[in-house]
């Protein structure tokens, strides 16, 4: 597995983490930024495993 799909990998375990019952709102705001944050830092790594894919095929 290359690193971007471990890194994947490792961010969709995160995603799955659960919020206790009752959280603030503050706490619900926190968690689904970081959501974003992981989102993006995953859409990024397969862009960058893509390209590197794309260089790897190139002669």
Do not use: N, Y
Request: charged share 35%; no cysteine.
């Amino acid at each position: 597995m290359s690193d971007a799909g471990k890194i994947e990998a490792q961010l969709r375990a995160i995603a799955k983490v659960r919020l206790p019952h009752g959280a603030s709102e503050e706490e619900i705001a926190d968690f689904v930024r970081g959501l974003v944050i992981l989102d993006d830092v995953t859409l990024r790594a397969r862009r960058v495993a893509e390209r590197l894919a794309q260089d790897e095929m190139q002669p």
